[in-house]
C-alpha cells in the first residue's frame, strides 16, 4: 500500500470515530509523545502551555 492509500485510510477511519473518541485519541497521542520528552522539554512545555504569550516576549 502507497503512502498516500495509507494516508487517505487513517483519515476515513478518523472520520468514523465519535467526539469523544477523537479527544480520547488526541489526548492518548499527547501522553504517549511526551514520554519522549526529558526534563528541559517537558519544563519548556509546561512553561508555553501557561503562559504562552508572555514566554515570546522580550
Known amino acids: 500500500m502507497k503512502s498516500n492509500d495509507l494516508q487517505k ?3 476515513k477511519s ?3 470515530l465519535s467526539l469523544s473518541e477523537r ?3 488526541a489526548l492518548g497521542q499527547g501522553w504517549f509523545l511526551a514520554g519522549f520528552m526529558d526534563e528541559k522539554a517537558k519544563r519548556i512545555n509546561r512553561k508555553l502551555r501557561r503562559d504562552g504569550k508572555k514566554y515570546f516576549k522580550a
Open 9 to 11: 485510510q487513517h483519515f
Open 23 to 25: 479527544i480520547s485519541w
Open 14 to 16: 478518523f472520520a468514523k
